[in-house]
């Protein structure tokens, strides 16, 4: 599901760029949910991983700035996340309590899902602090929720959609970062 990097990664300078893809909803004239940028990274993130993998891998960034509803990514197997501002939200992930749990897509999800929360269990949670980095199998189910009240999550993430969880574990481990 997850593992914390053994390493804190420090990224103060960093600039979004360009808007990539978003998953929410507007209210009141604001967008209010998850966006994805390509970003500018003053740290290489792919020195977390072994050369020979890194052309599988891809550098972006999210801000969050609300309830993100329990749900599968889109494209992507596995990242790595480094928290440049946690916004005090805890992320979650969930097991089915059934070999059907109701989902549905929104109109961008591509093989993604949205899935009903009285269908899970919950299996395990982390509260990131700042510069923390963890690793995300984001095939599983899982959420992004505010603990205390709702503030921009920001996270620079290295991710792909060829290798799973356990091989990305694997090269962390390569790489002394696990």
Same mark, same amino acid.
């Given at each position: ?48 991983? /072994?050369?020979?993998?890194?052309? +599988?891998?891809? $550098?972006?960034?999210?801000?969050? @700035? !609300? ?33 059907? /749990?109701?989902?549905?897509?929104? +109109?961008?999800? $591509?093989?993604?899902?949205?899935? @009903? !929360? ?61």
């Amino acid at each position: 599901m997850f593992k914390r990097l053994n390493h804190k990664i420090n990224i103060e300078d960093y600039s979004l760029l360009d808007k990539q893809t978003q998953y929410g909803h507007t209210v009141d004239g604001e967008f209010r949910g998850i966006v994805y940028y390509n970003v500018q990274a003053g740290t290489d993130l792919y020195q977390l991983i /072994p050369e020979q993998y890194r052309a +599988d891998f891809y $550098v972006s960034a999210f801000r969050i @700035n !609300d309830v993100i509803p329990p749900h599968t990514d889109t494209y992507d197997r596995t990242t790595i996340n480094v928290y440049v501002e946690t916004g005090d939200y805890v992320t979650e992930f969930y097991k089915p309590k059934h070999n059907n /749990p109701s989902k549905r897509q929104i +109109d961008n999800q $591509v093989d993604g899902y949205i899935f @009903n !929360d009285k269908d899970l269990l919950l299996a395990g949670m982390f509260k990131a602090k700042k510069n923390d980095a963890y690793v995300l199998d984001v095939s599983c189910i899982h959420s992004v929720r505010p603990y205390y009240k709702n503030l921009d999550r920001t996270a620079i993430n290295l991710s792909t959609h060829v290798h799973d969880f356990d091989s990305v574990c694997s090269m962390l481990q390569q790489t002394g970062y696990l």
